[in-house]
């Protein structure tokens, strides 16, 4: 059996929906389209006899009825006009969406079809430059099209005409067109006017990007940022002549924003925000680029992916780099200030980058024992580095690390993952992770001749503070000024936490948050408890030894249990603040002499009678 051969037909009012829902992403392309389509003209009529070189817009009014533009390119012969909609679809709907542009015929072609999304007929006509009689074409959504040759002798060029759909007028009026024809035509290298109606206004200029004048350049980028850029830098990338402008941002992007680019295509604009141009890590700074060499999507809103566009955001992101390392040589006051305002976007993504890890991690800084360092200085300083993964373990252990050591604080956001990184970065340095517990292990006791009088004063002190679930150890710490430290490992102050919270929660929450007790008690052998770690080496805590008064031992050991909370910002509980002001008043009230009757002490967990 012997099938007929037939050819596709093309639905035109399925490729206008197609068209409008899936490819463009609003009719407001449809006058870039034809900015395109006229510029694309122009070059070729220049390639013919060396004219040309203007488009004129006349927006939709109530005098004119229709919206018309008008380039002086090459033009269309009739043959050219009638094979206008065979461009797209000849080879079934493959060519719908790979829609090509190889030549200027296929270019016109398909930005044509956008005008059916504001226009349910297009007029068209032309004069070619290669010769021959004026002609007329005229297309309706419906698929149906009509061409002519027309006795009047048209000047050199095309004009379309476009009568607005009932949903589309406003783009076709004055102030759509010229907010439309400046966003994507103002830097075009024609000439682009629109007709005001008491004369033409001319939208087109220099392209500040690019025209090498650093005063516009810096300009231009506080218009786009709407403030003054910290810095400005060149790009380029010849291959594909791609040319350009990258703003350093004078303020931290909103957390989790992307990179994304103002893009022109021969100084078209492409998109407002391409996020494909720059590397993911270059979300710093806003960059405004042109390239002749980059191939657009089928909506021409965005790039294809493929070889050509990778190597620009590699030589892109090659010159960003450049200018950091370049500005810590020259300028380090300035890269200073450019880390401290993108400190944590940096911080970030370096955990997750390592070509930017490897240029960028040495000037960030963390919070040390010895003051806030740069990454880079402490590893030059110390190529042992000691990191606590929580503020509330860094707070605890700086008192007792040693001088000649170095102390990380990696509670802040990042900062453990940094630490942690260090060695693949510096491979001569090694880090170490320390906990309270382990920390006070490696203090030393007090002298052997001591150590009877350190234990008795252990003992007694426990009994002191067991209210408060705190039992004391005496260690000697390198530290004369120290009296004690206040110490707790992370268990024990999410216990702590829970008990407040109970005492300020209803009965619901007090619920669960004593299911959470029950339920980590039973998984637990040991008990929790905090400690006060007294400082032998310091006069206070072994003067203590010598107080045989219960009363001033009791209240000057539960002010230091306050002082100890406090030097480690833990807060104070009501129970907490109530210790303090008894005892300071009944160390006032001692101190003064008064008699017993004075200051009643009761007997209590708190402390011993008097």
Same mark, same amino acid.
């Given at each position: 059996?012997?099938?007929?051969?037939?050819?596709?037909?093309?639905? #035109?009012?399925? /490729?206008? &929906? =197609? %068209?409008?829902?899936?490819?463009? !992403? @609003?009719? $407001?392309?449809?006058?870039?389209?034809?900015?395109?389509?006229?510029?694309?003209?122009?070059?070729?009529?220049?390639?013919?006899?060396?004219?040309?070189?203007?488009?004129?817009?006349?927006?939709?009014?109530?005098?004119?009825?229709?919206?018309?533009?008008?380039?002086?390119?090459?033009?269309?012969? #009739?043959?050219? /006009?009638? &094979? =206008? %909609?065979?461009?797209?679809?000849? !080879? @079934?709907? $493959?060519?719908?969406?790979?829609?090509?542009?190889?030549?200027?015929?296929?270019?016109?072609?398909?930005?044509?079809?956008?005008?059916?999304?504001?226009?349910?007929?297009?007029?068209?006509?032309?004069?070619?430059?290669?010769?021959?009689?004026?002609?007329?074409?005229?297309?309706?959504?419906?698929?149906?099209?009509? /061409?002519?040759?027309?006795?009047?002798?048209?000047?050199?060029?095309?004009?379309?005409?476009?009568?607005?759909?009932?949903?589309?007028?406003?783009?076709?009026?004055?102030?759509?067109?010229?907010?439309?024809?400046?966003?994507?035509?103002?830097?075009?290298?024609?000439?682009?006017?629109?007709?005001?109606?008491?004369?033409?206004?001319?939208?087109?200029?220099?392209?500040?990007?690019?025209?090498?004048?650093?005063?516009?350049?810096?300009?231009?980028?506080?218009?786009?940022?709407?403030?003054?850029?910290?810095?400005?830098?060149?790009?380029?990338?010849?291959?594909?002549?791609?040319?350009?402008?990258?703003?350093?941002?004078?303020?931290?992007?909103?957390?989790?924003?992307?990179?994304?680019?103002?893009?022109?295509?021969?100084?078209?604009?492409?998109?407002?925000?391409?996020?494909?141009?720059?590397?993911?890590?270059?979300?710093?700074?806003?960059?405004?680029?042109?390239?002749?060499?980059?191939?657009?999507?089928?909506?021409?809103?965005?790039?294809?992916?493929?070889?050509?566009?990778?190597?620009?955001?590699?030589?892109?992101?090659?010159?960003?780099?450049?200018?950091?390392?370049?500005?810590?040589?020259?300028?380090?006051?300035?890269?200073?200030?450019?880390?401290?305002?993108?400190?944590?976007?940096?911080?970030?993504?370096?955990?997750?980058?390592?070509?930017?890890?490897?240029?960028?991690?040495?000037?960030?800084?963390?919070?040390?024992?010895?003051?806030?360092?740069?990454?880079?200085?402490?590893?030059?300083?110390?190529?042992?580095?000691?990191?606590?993964?929580?503020?509330?373990?860094?707070?605890?252990?700086?008192?007792?690390?040693?001088?000649?050591?170095?102390?990380?604080?990696?509670?802040?956001?990042?900062?453990?993952?940094?630490?942690?990184?260090?060695?693949?970065?510096?491979?001569?340095?090694?880090?170490?992770?320390?906990?309270?517990?382990?920390?006070?292990?490696?203090?030393?006791?007090?002298?052997?001749?001591?150590?009877?009088?350190?234990?008795?004063?252990?003992?007694?002190?426990?009994?002191?503070?067991?209210?408060?679930?705190?039992?004391?150890?005496?260690?000697?710490?390198?530290?004369?000024?120290?009296?004690?430290?206040?110490?707790?490992?992370?268990?024990?102050?999410?216990?702590?936490?829970?008990?407040?919270?109970?005492?300020?929660?209803?009965?619901?929450?007090?619920?669960?948050?004593?299911?959470?007790?029950?339920?980590?008690?039973?998984?637990?052998?040991?008990?929790?408890?905090?400690?006060?770690?007294?400082?032998?080496?310091?006069?206070?805590?072994?003067?203590?030894?010598?107080?045989?008064?219960?009363?001033?031992?009791?209240?000057?050991?539960?002010?230091?249990?306050?002082?100890?909370?406090?030097?480690?910002?833990?807060?104070?509980?009501?129970?907490?603040?109530?210790?303090?002001?008894?005892?300071?008043?009944?160390?006032?009230?001692?101190?003064?002499?008064?008699?017993?009757?004075?200051?009643?002490?009761?007997?209590?967990?708190?402390?011993?009678?008097?």
């Amino acid at each position: 059996m012997t099938a007929d051969v037939q050819q596709f037909q093309v639905d #035109l009012r399925g /490729v206008v &929906d =197609l %068209l409008s829902r899936h490819i463009y !992403s @609003s009719p $407001r392309v449809y006058l870039r389209e034809l900015l395109q389509n006229a510029r694309d003209a122009i070059t070729a009529r220049r390639e013919v006899d060396g004219g040309g070189g203007r488009i004129r817009i006349t927006p939709l009014t109530a005098k004119n009825g229709e919206f018309v533009l008008r380039d002086d390119g090459v033009g269309l012969t #009739l043959t050219e /006009v009638a &094979d =206008l %909609l065979a461009t797209v679809g000849r !080879s @079934s709907k $493959r060519d719908i969406f790979d829609l090509p542009r190889s030549d200027y015929l296929g270019q016109f072609g398909i930005g044509l079809l956008s005008c059916f999304m504001v226009a349910d007929t297009i007029v068209i006509r032309s004069r070619s430059a290669k010769g021959g009689a004026s002609v007329e074409w005229t297309g309706s959504s419906d698929g149906t099209f009509q /061409v002519a040759e027309i006795d009047e002798e048209l000047p050199i060029g095309t004009s379309v005409h476009l009568v607005p759909r009932f949903d589309a007028g406003d783009l076709l009026r004055p102030a759509a067109v010229n907010e439309l024809a400046t966003a994507f035509g103002e830097f075009l290298p024609v000439r682009v006017t629109i007709d005001s109606g008491a004369g033409d206004i001319d939208i087109t200029h220099p392209a500040p990007f690019l025209d090498g004048i650093p005063e516009t350049a810096v300009q231009y980028g506080r218009e786009l940022l709407g403030a003054a850029p910290l810095d400005v830098i060149e790009l380029h990338e010849p291959a594909t002549g791609t040319r350009g402008l990258a703003y350093v941002l004078p303020f931290a992007p909103p957390p989790g924003a992307r990179q994304a680019t103002r893009m022109y295509l021969g100084r078209m604009l492409l998109s407002e925000r391409a996020a494909d141009v720059l590397p993911d890590w270059a979300f710093f700074v806003r960059a405004v680029v042109d390239s002749t060499g980059l191939a657009p999507t089928a909506s021409r809103e965005s790039l294809v992916e493929d070889a050509a566009l990778e190597r620009v955001r590699e030589q892109l992101g090659a010159g960003i780099r450049r200018w950091i390392l370049e500005l810590g040589l020259r300028e380090p006051h300035r890269l200073a200030q450019f880390v401290a305002i993108h400190e944590l976007g940096l911080k970030s993504l370096v955990r997750h980058d390592e070509e930017l890890a490897r240029f960028i991690t040495r000037w960030l800084t963390v919070e040390t024992t010895h003051g806030t360092m740069q990454l880079g200085d402490l590893v030059e300083r110390y190529p042992h580095v000691r990191y606590a993964s929580s503020v509330d373990e860094f707070r605890q252990v700086a008192g007792i690390s040693p001088a000649s050591e170095v102390l990380v604080n990696g509670g802040y956001l990042y900062d453990a993952d940094l630490v942690r990184m260090l060695p693949d970065l510096y491979p001569a340095v090694t880090i170490e992770k320390v906990d309270v517990t382990g920390e006070l292990d490696r203090l030393d006791p007090p002298p052997l001749d001591d150590r009877d009088a350190a234990v008795a004063l252990e003992a007694r002190a426990s009994a002191v503070l067991a209210a408060s679930s705190c039992a004391v150890v005496v260690r000697s710490i390198d530290r004369p000024d120290l009296t004690g430290l206040y110490v707790a490992d992370p268990d024990v102050l999410r216990a702590i936490d829970r008990g407040r919270t109970k005492g300020i929660t209803g009965s619901l929450w007090g619920g669960v948050l004593d299911k959470i007790d029950q339920t980590l008690s039973s998984a637990r052998d040991d008990d929790l408890s905090a400690r006060l770690c007294l400082n032998w080496s310091n006069r206070v805590v072994r003067a203590l030894v010598r107080v045989d008064d219960d009363a001033v031992f009791a209240r000057t050991l539960q002010l230091l249990y306050i002082q100890a909370l406090l030097a480690g910002h833990h807060p104070l509980s009501d129970a907490d603040r109530t210790l303090m002001t008894t005892a300071l008043s009944d160390l006032v009230s001692l101190s003064a002499g008064l008699e017993e009757d004075a200051f009643p002490f009761e007997g209590t967990a708190d402390g011993p009678a008097r």
